[in-house]
């Protein structure tokens, strides 16, 4: 016979937390979430989870299953809790997310507007498929052959802020009359 652990119930704090952050962050994936509930030492994954699934159950948020994994979202019910128990959240993290919430948004658009991909060839060298999305569309696929995992890797990391910019310069090119 096997036992199970008990499941572990998330506290009305994480909860509250999680939905404060769904609501001024916006829609995010877990990922998304998760790297900023972390880098603020806010929470881990596993009360993340717990919090996030909690929260579903309840119907105070909302999973939608996209091409990434999973957008979350705070719902009517998520906000009418929000505004009668948001006076529970720590001060710290309101004043965090009144500081970093802008940021944090803009980084997540970006992510969502890209793709990035390594993959190394027979041949030895690094393919780096590169995806503008627009609504889960993809608008730009761009692939180049580069000789090193180190140079696929930093353009990888710099595409996300270079994609909107990338997708502009070739339509104006292409679209451009010649002389």
């Known amino acids: 016979m096997r036992i199970q652990p008990p499941r572990r119930a998330p506290d009305d704090e994480q909860r509250l937390v999680v939905l404060s952050c769904l609501s001024r962050l916006g829609p995010c994936t877990e990922l998304q979430l998760l ?7 806010l929470m881990n994954y596993f009360e993340m989870m717990f919090a996030l699934n909690d929260l579903c159950d309840r119907g105070q948020a909302a999973r939608a299953k996209k091409q990434t994994g999973f957008l979350y979202e705070i719902t009517d019910a998520g906000q ?74 930093q353009m990888a990391d710099r595409f996300p802020s270079k994609a909107s910019e990338i997708y502009g310069a070739v339509i104006r090119l292409l679209s451009e009359k010649e002389a």
Request: hydrophobic share 40%; aromatic share 8%; charged share 30%.
């Open 35 to 41: 790297q900023f509930l972390f880098e603020n030492d």
């Open 80 to 153: 009418e809790a929000l505004s009668l128990f948001g006076s529970r959240v720590p001060r710290s993290l309101q004043a965090l997310l009144d500081e970093t919430a802008a940021d944090w948004k803009r980084r997540f658009r970006q992510e969502a507007q890209s793709r990035q991909k390594i993959e190394q060839t027979d041949r030895g060298e690094y393919k780096l498929a590169l995806t503008v999305v627009e609504q889960d569309m993809d608008m730009m696929n761009l692939t180049l052959l580069l000789p090193t995992r180190e140079l696929a890797q």
